[in-house]
């Protein structure tokens, strides 16, 4: 199965601020890592697919990066609702396994 | 509009049964591979099983290979989750996704809202 780390785990942040998470892989996946966004006692929410693809109506201020082993989901300008839990997740092959999360706090 | 509604989650002894159900609407079920993924009380995301869009070919994470079936009625929109010999280790709130169709690389568009499962005596 291939694994897939986060880091960090949670974070600290305020509001305006720009926050990146990194996403490794244990083998190579190319481009097959989507990004979730999930608050308290709601289901996941898409963001970012096949790396660095904006789902429809995500706001701008979310991007992703990278490719092979190594990913990462940088907020801009971090706002009030964009505090979550953030999972990577790869889609390369089965099991389709997630990051462990990282939570986004205020600071 | 896409809608995934999950139901059949309750409370269950140890080594029992539960049959999770997942009725899909908005969309052409019998195009779209569907999915199970958990999530114990404040613990992170894990794939479970999928199941592609005829039903014919099907994949579990191994720590419920052999106790849970996944299975789909595309006549009735619905996607399950049989679970049998129930663990501690089970209880989770319980999501059904559904898979993007085309060339991949594939992720889920859209997710139920889950179904909680708990497992105790």
């Known amino acids: 199965d291939i694994q897939m780390t986060q880091s960090p785990s949670s974070l600290s942040a305020s509001v305006g601020d720009t926050v990146t998470i990194t996403c490794r892989a244990s083998q190579s996946i190319s481009s097959y890592l989507n990004w979730y966004q999930q608050k308290p006692g709601k289901a996941p929410k898409l963001l970012i697919y096949?790396?660095?693809s904006l789902q429809s109506g995500v706001p701008s201020r979310f991007s992703g990066s990278g490719s092979g082993t190594d990913f990462s989901l940088t907020i801009t300008s971090l706002q009030p609702e964009d505090f979550a839990t953030y999972y990577c997740?790869?889609?390369?092959?089965?099991?389709?396994?997630f990051g462990q999360g990282t939570r986004v706090e205020i600071k | 509009e896409v809608q995934l509604v999950e139901s059949g989650g309750d409370l269950v002894q140890p080594g029992g049964s539960l049959r999770l159900s997942c009725a899909a609407s908005?969309?052409?079920?019998?195009?779209?591979?569907m999915h199970w993924v958990r999530q114990a009380p404040g613990k992170g995301l894990v794939w479970v099983s999928r199941i592609n869009s005829d039903g014919s070919s099907i994949a579990y994470a191994d720590s419920v290979k052999g106790r849970f079936i996944i299975s789909r009625d595309n006549a009735k929109n619905t996607l399950y989750l049989q679970m049998n010999s129930l663990r501690a280790e089970d209880t989770a709130v319980y999501y059904c996704a559904r898979r993007t169709t085309g060339a991949a690389p594939y992720y889920f568009d859209y997710w139920g809202q889950g179904t909680l499962v708990t497992v105790s005596s």
């Open positions: 096949a790396a660095f």
């Open positions: 997740q790869q889609s390369y092959s089965t099991p389709w396994t």
């Open positions: 908005g969309f052409t079920f019998s195009s779209h591979w």
